[in-house]
């Protein structure tokens, strides 16, 4: 079946670095759309960047320039390099599976239904 376990969450301070991973298993890695989420507390969960299965990557207004996502299909990972981190990035980070190779537009209904358990982010000012 598959699984998505997020790791590298961590506290820091404003303006620092951060990568995190999600490993996959279960699936053919290089097929799938999949994306980063997160969610703050008393938020609605939000999508933070996705990267198709052609390498293709969007992202939140809020993080473009600070934030990137990557893959490496041969480890079957999915990364979140993460700079200038601000004290509003602090949240549950998640990463997800979308069901086809090209991801869905934001919002989406009954996009990404497979789901790690998320890792926390903590960004101190």
């Known amino acids: 079946q598959v699984q998505l376990v997020e790791s590298g969450g961590d506290s820091v301070q404003a303006g620092g670095s951060l990568r995190l991973s999600c490993a996959a298993s279960?699936?053919?890695?290089?097929?799938?759309?999949m994306g980063w989420f997160r969610q703050a507390p008393g938020k609605k969960r939000e999508e933070v960047a996705t990267?198709?299965?052609?390498?293709?990557?969007t992202y939140a207004d809020d993080v473009k320039g600070r934030f990137t996502i990557s893959r490496d299909n041969a480890k079957n990972t999915l990364y979140l390099q993460m700079s200038s981190l601000k004290s509003e990035d602090t949240a549950v980070y998640y990463c997800?599976?979308?069901?086809?190779?090209?991801?869905?537009?934001?919002?989406?209904?009954?996009?990404?239904?497979?789901w790690g358990q998320g890792t926390q982010v903590t960004v101190s000012s």
């Open positions: 997800a599976r979308d069901l086809g190779g090209y991801c869905p537009q934001p919002g989406l209904h009954n996009a990404f239904p497979y």
């Open positions: 279960g699936y053919p890695f290089s097929m799938f759309c």
């Open positions: 990267i198709d299965a052609y390498g293709t990557s």
